[in-house]
């Protein structure tokens, strides 16, 4: 299903987002490859969320296109856009407080999985069938995070580390080919941090490619094939980790030449 | 009797529609305060109108105080009902959920509108018009002493808010604890102060309402709902929180009132008045004057 | 100043201290590091009374605070610095700084209002050229600044700081940390919470480490910069 | 809370089944079919209801409308114009489910207070049709004459046999409801409910399911409101006022808008507090009906279907 | 499990709800519905006092052969559902032998099949004419009568008195209620057999606070006359707003919902010339002696007011005519239903009651005619014989 014509999985060009007078995202341009993980980085208000929002579809850019898979998709709505293959996280945790963890992860399988409202009110034999076929791709999924042991406990009992795990997990039962995480290890203490990116690396290992926000310097440098550096809504640096890491420009806009933060 | 013209017409509607949305205006003032202290829409709202015109016929015509000793002693009695309303319905609930909430004041409407029967009947009563009944002519509309009283009133009211909000320190406080509880109790402010104050100052505003319209439109112990549905009609058409927009959802919508059953068709006023809401909701989702924020993330 | 003995607190049911103590001495910076999670900010509402806690003890000055609703306690000169600043974003600077002493306005008390705020003015030049605009439309970096001078305008004895350094940049995190000391040096006693490990530690003379709502390490700041497992735990190495 | 287990649901069924029996045997309570036959019907609106409200999370103050658009369809169709009270009732059914994509689309776009501003503006605005359409309704003398019902010569004339009929639908569409909130659509209203970002980041179509449950809510008042108007043969616009809406509003929260179960305990509860417990109260009656509406909001917010996990709470203990 | 507790939680609730009725041995039960409280609760109100008061005279009195009248009273709220139910359990539960009320007319018409349905008497205190006729099969409803007056003969009144003074261009103005309505439907009706043109006709909502508005456009169309169909405070707030507007020069008819002193008092000074036709309970103080209903008015006048130490509404007289009927056919046949039903329909013609002389036949259940009206003007805050 999928022709890979283009050698990149997202396109990103000419984005500008503007609120009202306020210009968040100023002529953006980059792209994404397939199979592997692009970090997007740079100090707070850099406009790193408002292009997480343009690509997973809450926002239409101003101006510009944003192409996935060649298939431009900067007016589709969220749902479409998940439809089509890209899933997200979010930085302050959005799980549904109100299930279970795997219901949680099943919630994920309704893009793939279809059953009406009709026919689930007739419990129609398909949708039994169905169901079943989700939760086991659901429990396969916990299996694969790490966190199927707690498969029935209630999502906001979690402790903040699996929260995380479990929004990753949520977003890898919609099926992307592209997963976008905002900032999966904040907040992490470090051995949750560790287990965050090792899970990172075994979802690039499975064939999606995973675009990320990310603060922690150190988880970036590490699973990161390429790094992008945001500034004030513009592009200041793009390349591989090593050369990002010794590039002035980006400790002194980012880290603000400081010696605090390079420990 | 003199011909009457279609201008004279049109100011005649012009004028009670500014009358009675003056008193829409003042119920959806008191939603707001309360609303932006406590995120809660008192559906009891309307009784305190009821009260405050009943209590004043009670002490003016049936005590026999004068105008302007019953006048102060009206309000505090219904601010103390207000305050009642605070402490016995709302501040005992302990998980507030919006439903809860919009529930809990339904509930306390209806007793409130039963202790009401229970006192006065279920009789309308009257009040004398505080200076008279001469009308005044204006343009060839007729405008009641009244009328003036009760848009006099209103402008006091806005005045006096105003003043309260921004120029006194428990105005700030208050607008504080609308904005973030926590933090205000940080700089020592007591919240539940505050919700208790909103409550009463709301209490206030709707005493002055039921003072002012009794003696044009009588007042009896049912009156209340009615009044609370047009003042939330004219809180969202203003936009919830918005003092400003409270005032114009109240005047547009008693003007729209008036204007359609003048003109259009007066069986289906209430409708003009709602379709014109419902068309501003669908194209302004937050009220004409409200802020968008505002109405995210309420959860029922 | 400060002694909290073993105090537990829950969310809901979920405990969020489990039998925490904590001694903030007189005229100190104390640090408490931790994860996100780990029970800081809990521990410093149920300090300001914003949660009811329990179990415990919490002596302000021998006086025991537990339970005592937050405005109360801020007459007593505890003043907090919420986390996220928590600004009141749609009234101006100076009306964010007059609620700041709130309880004293309703004492009538202009002068020692003046003078204060003409201290605050001094600490955060910057505020007094903002006075008239709307605290929401300022900077991060100017916010945290203005939710230090409201708090400050209570008249503090003991300070709690909720997270100052979160989500500013690295120079503006500089910049206020310097206020901090400035403030410890004029006599404020400081209780800080910070996810910034390094930073928390290099300011203070105690620290505590918080983990999943229990104090698991303490002792002088430097000690614990120097610990391994505080180095591979929280300073990423 | 999310199961639903077979085996009160199989217990309610039993309960229904052989009331009318127990009814007949113990004194005092032989009209109590009856009253049951307007809860029953109380029912399938507050099942729709808290479908929306309770698992959605969107407010609806407009419910009477569609259980007045369902009584009148049937009212005007069968007494002006004969038609067969089945198929009235399947058509107002779908006029009301039109009616409400009309009003669902835009309105629920709008969230809170604003919601349910709206959907009450709706309600009224429907209410005031009824009374001003004199030519078509009959205005506030309302309309009477309205056939029973009857399938193959079998006429639900007494009592007993229209409380089988109408516990037939609400059983129905209890089931229905049950099935729904445990399958993939259930889920994505509660996901919608927690989430509504997150819902459209997992594919789902939020807007559209809302209006669908939206829509669900609107057939099921309207097949109230036919049996209603089948039953008492004859409607007039009050029963379909604000007030109602209102009402409906107080029995999910009274019996816990978050449980299924809630909209089925809320419903009987109304029913009898205000058809038959309250008589006692003589004139006290509607203060009587404030306080235990206050009692129950500020003692068991999650409504009486909450009094389950309480009492497991203090047996923990 | 947890929701067994719950569904025991609702057992039990329904074991609150079981009371033991205790079964009054000898004595003769009357049901009555009425408005009691609610929208409506002027009605029902004095209906249910007057009905309590009757019943208590009559008990005191030595009771009916003997035997104790028990009055049983449901409030419907002036709701259909709330009528219905309780008519039934009046009917099957209390086993009343007859049934009074319920007070309006939609209320009325809801519970109209139960009478046929359980063969029980019914005799409603409401106004329309469809509660005892039913146009369908054009015959009087087998078991239901009805004491007040109708509209129609209301709308009679007042246009026979319009013609009279030679007017015939008129505005209506009515209240979007059930009462209003119904009126409007009446004074529309009868208007060509009248001869009268109507210029304007103009609504107005139950809890309105002010028809300006409407009597501003009724005053652009200079008419000769305004007929003002309402109940309640609007009726009140409409003359105040008449006379505002300087009309006091088109002569002002009200509905005999306008029948109480307490509104003439309310319209502070506005009511003065207004003209309403009312039953002769609402003037028994001025009717002259000669006056067949004089007796019966002022005992009944007497009494409430003693009683309830407020001004009498003639609404309780609707009541009054009911249940005395009521004791008539108790006393001559007992507690037969069928029997009672007949008695109402062969045996009471000429009963004076205090909206008029009853003559009840098999065509007939309503029992009254125009006559039962009088045409009242307001005079000196007074009511006064009109010319």
């Known amino acids: 299903m999928n022709e890979k014509r283009t050698e990149n999985i997202l396109e990103v060009e000419e984005v500008i987002m503007a609120f009202g007078g306020l210009v968040a995202l100023i002529n953006l341009d980059f792209q994404v490859q397939h199979h592997t993980i692009k970090a997007i980085i740079g100090p707070n208000g850099a406009g790193k969320t408002t292009l997480f929002n343009v690509i997973t579809g809450s926002f239409s850019p101003t101006e510009g296109t944003v192409r996935f898979n060649g298939k431009s998709i900067e007016n589709l709505k969220a749902h479409e856009i998940a439809k089509l293959g890209i899933s997200r996280t979010f930085q302050t945790i959005e799980l549904f407080t109100n299930m279970t963890v795997l219901e949680n ?57 699996e929260r995380k795990i479990l929004e990753i997990g949520r977003a890898l039962a919609t099926e992307p080919e592209l997963v976008c995480l905002d900032e999966p290890a904040s907040g992490l203490n470090e051995t949750e941090t560790q287990a965050a990116a090792d899970l990172i690396r075994r979802i690039k290992d499975k064939g999606v490619t995973v675009w990320l926000v990310e603060h922690d310097m150190k988880v970036v440098m590490d699973i990161a094939d390429d790094i992008m550096v945001l500034n004030y809504g513009e592009k200041s640096a793009e390349g591989p980790p090593l050369e990002i890491q010794n590039n002035p420009k980006v400790s002194e806009a980012y880290l603000g030449g400081g010696e605090e933060n390079n420990a | 009797m003199e011909k009457i013209t279609f201008a004279s017409q049109l100011m005649q509607y012009l004028i009670t529609g500014l009358t009675v949305g003056s008193i829409y205006a003042m119920v959806a003032i008191g939603f707001n305060i309360i609303y932006n202290v406590t995120e809660i829409i008192n559906f009891a709202q309307g009784e305190f109108v009821m009260l405050g015109g009943l209590i004043m016929v009670f002490l003016h015509v049936a005590a026999g105080l004068p105008l302007l000793a019953a006048f102060p002693l009206t309000i505090i009695l219904v601010t103390l009902a207000g305050m009642l309303l605070d402490r016995l319905a709302i501040s005992p609930i302990r998980q507030p959920s919006v439903l809860t909430l919009i529930i809990a004041t339904i509930g306390a409407s209806i007793i409130i509108k039963g202790i009401a029967m229970f006192i006065w009947g279920k009789d309308p009563f009257d009040l004398p018009a505080f200076s008279g009944r001469n009308p005044i002519h204006l343009m060839g509309a007729v405008i009641q002493p009244q009328y003036l009283w009760v848009g ?20 700030k406080a208050m607008s504080a604890c609308a904005e973030n509880p926590d933090a205000a109790s940080l700089v020592g402010i007591n919240v539940k102060h505050m919700i208790l104050l909103s409550f009463s100052l709301s209490a206030a505003i709707g005493a002055v309402a ?91 | 100043m400060l002694k909290i003995e073993k105090l537990r607190a829950y969310y809901d049911t979920i405990p969020a201290l489990k039998g925490v103590s904590v001694e903030v001495p007189e005229g100190e910076i104390v640090s408490i590091i931790g994860a996100n999670g780990a029970g800081k900010s809990t521990l410093l509402k149920a300090i300001s009374g ?109 300070l709690l700081l909720d997270e100052p350094s979160m989500g500013l940049a690295p120079l503006i995190v500089r910049e206020i940390f310097a ?48 610990n391994p497992k505080v180095k591979e735990a929280y300073l990423g190495g | 809370m999310l199961r639903i287990g077979k085996l009160p649901i199989t217990f309610f069924a039993l309960f229904i089944i052989v009331f009318p029996w127990i009814a007949r045997v113990i004194p005092g309570i032989g009209h109590y079919p009856d009253l049951l036959i307007f809860a029953g019907i109380y029912c399938l609106m507050t099942m729709g209801l808290s479908l929306l409200l309770g698992y959605t999370g969107q407010i609806s103050l407009g419910q009477a409308a569609f259980y007045g658009i369902g009584a009148y369809v049937s009212a005007i169709l069968t007494t002006t114009y004969g038609l067969n009270p089945w198929l009235c009732m399947i058509i107002g059914m779908i006029v009301a489910a039109i009616v409400a994509i009309m009003v669902g689309v835009p309105a629920l776009k709008l969230r809170g207070h604003y919601l349910a501003m709206a959907t009450l503006a709706f309600g009224i605005i429907v209410f005031i049709i009824f009374n001003e359409e004199v030519e078509w309704t009959g205005g506030p003398d309302g309309m009477s004459g309205i056939p029973g019902l009857s ?65 669900y809510s609107a057939i099921l008042a309207s097949l109230a409101g036919s049996l209603y108007a089948h039953r008492l043969n004859f409607i007039n616009p009050t029963t379909f006022d604000l007030f109602f809406s209102i009402k409906l509003l107080i029995m999910i929260a009274l019996g816990g808008m978050h449980d299924i179960w809630g909209a089925i305990i809320g419903a009987f509860l109304i029913t009898f507090l205000s058809f038959e417990w309250l008589h006692f109260f003589g004139e006290f009656e509607v203060i009587v009906y404030g306080v235990i509406l206050l009692l129950i909001i500020i003692f068991l917010p999650h409504g009486l279907a909450g009094i389950p996990h309480i009492v497991k709470g203090w047996l923990r203990r | 499990m947890s929701k067994k507790i719950t569904v025991l939680v609702l057992v039990c609730l329904f074991g609150i709800g079981v009371v033991i009725t205790p079964a009054l041995a000898d004595s003769y039960k009357i049901g009555a519905v009425f408005a009691v409280t609610g929208r409506a609760s002027f009605l029902g109100d004095p209906e249910k006092k007057t009905a309590v008061m009757v019943a208590d005279q009559i008990n005191k009195a030595g009771g009916i052969g003997g035997k104790k009248l028990e009055l049983i009273v449901y409030d419907t709220e002036g709701d259909a559902t709330k009528a219905n139910l309780a008519v039934k359990k009046l009917i099957n539960q209390d086993k009343v032998c007859a049934v009074i009320g319920p007070s309006l ?137 008449w006379k505002d507007l300087g009309m006091t020069s088109i002569p002002f008819y009200q509905s005999h919902g306008f029948g109480s002193r307490k509104n003439i008092e309310l319209a502070a000074g506005a009511a003065e010339g207004v003209y309403t036709p009312l039953g002769a309970i609402n003037v028994a103080e001025i009717l002259p002696t000669s006056h067949v209903q004089k007796n019966v008015t002022m005992q009944f006048f007497n009494d409430y007011s003693a009683r309830y130490k407020e001004p009498l509404s003639s609404f309780g007289g609707h009541s009054w005519d009911a249940m005395h009927m009521v004791i008539k056919a108790l006393r001559a046949v007992g507690c037969n239903r069928t029997a009672i039903r007949d008695f109402l329909e062969n045996n009471t013609a000429g009963f004076v009651g205090q909206h008029g002389v009853f003559n009840y036949s098999q065509k007939d259940h309503i029992g009254l005619d125009k006559d039962a009206f009088l045409m009242i003007v307001v005079k000196n805050g007074d009511w006064a014989l009109a010319q």
């Open chain 1, 105 to 161: 992860v099943m919630v994920g399988c309704h893009t793939r999985i279809k059953s009406s409202f009709i026919a689930s009110g007739l419990r129609l034999p398909q949708v039994k069938r169905k169901e079943e076929q989700m939760r086991s791709k659901a429990m396969d999924i916990l299996e694969f995070v790490g966190i199927a042991d707690k498969y029935n406990e209630s999502a906001d009992s979690l402790p903040l580390g």
């Open chain 2, 152 to 171: 006099g009133f209103l402008i006091i009211i806005v005045i006096l808010l105003t003043f309260f909000f921004e120029k006194t320190i428990i105005g």
């Open chain 2, 210 to 300: 039921g003072i002012t319209i009794t003696p044009i439109s009588l007042m009896e112990y049912d009156r209340g709902a009615m009044l609370a549905i047009k003042g939330f009609g004219a809180v969202v058409l203003g936009g919830l929180g918005s003092f400003p927009g409270a005032i114009l959802g109240g005047l547009i919508l008693g003007t729209i009132e008036s204007f359609g059953a003048g003109l259009i068709h007066s069986g289906y006023k209430d409708a003009f008045a709602l379709i014109v809401l419902l068309a501003v909701l669908f194209i302004r989702p937050s009220g004409l004057l409200g802020s968008v924020e505002v109405s995210k993330f309420k959860r029922f």
């Open chain 3, 50 to 158: 914003l949660i009811k806690t329990q179990q415990g003890r919490i002596a302000y000055k021998d006086q025991d605070i537990a339970g005592r609703a937050a405005n109360k306690i801020v007459a007593l000169g505890i003043s907090q610095v919420p986390e996220g600043r928590q600004i009141f974003a749609h009234l101006t600077v100076q009306d964010n700084i007059n609620l700041g002493a709130y309880l004293y306005f309703k004492r009538r008390n202009r002068a020692e209002i003046a003078e204060r705020m003409s201290e605050v003015y001094t600490l955060f030049p910057i505020l007094k050229r903002r006075v008239k605009q709307i605290a929401g439309t300022l900077s991060g970096g100017e916010q945290q600044m203005l939710a230090i001078a409201r708090a400050l305008m209570g008249r503090p004895e003991l």
């Open chain 3, 179 to 226: 206020v901090i000391k400035k403030l410890n040096e004029s006599g404020t006693t400081i209780l800080l919470v910070e996810q910034n490990a390094k930073t928390a530690l290099n300011v203070a003379k105690h620290a505590f480490v918080l983990e999943t709502g229990e104090i698991v390490l303490e002792g002088l700041a430097s000690d614990l910069l120097d």
């Open chain 4, 151 to 215: 399938v193959f010569g079998f006429n639900f004339d007494t009592t007993e046999k229209y409380y089988y009929l109408v516990w037939f639908f609400v059983y129905a569409a209890f089931i229905f409801t049950i099935n729904v909130i445990q399958s993939r659509s259930g889920r994505a209203l509660r996901a919608i409910h927690a989430s509504e970002a997150a819902s459209n980041a997992m594919g789902i179509d939020v807007s559209r399911f809302k209006i669908m449950v939206f829509v």
């Open chain 5, 105 to 241: 007319s939609g209320t009325s018409m809801a519970v109209v099949p139960l009478a046929a349905q359980y063969k029980t008497p019914l005799i409603s205190v409401a106004a329309s004419y469809k509660i005892t006729w039913d146009d369908k099969a054009n015959k009087a409803r087998h078991w239901v009568f009805k004491t007040p007056q109708t509209d129609t003969m209301a709308v009679e009144a007042i246009y026979t008195h319009l013609k009279k003074r030679g007017i015939n261009k008129i505005a209506i103005m009515s209240v979007t209620s059930g009462f209003g309505k119904s009126g409007h439907g009446e004074l529309v009706r009868l208007a060509p057999q009248y001869g009268m043109n109507i210029v304007a006709d103009e609504f107005y909502g139950p809890k309105d606070t002010d028809m300006t508005a409407q009597l501003t456009k009724v005053k652009g169309l200079a008419p000769k006359a305004i007929v003002n169909w309402s109940i309640g405070p609007t009726q009140v707030v409409i003359l105040r707003n």
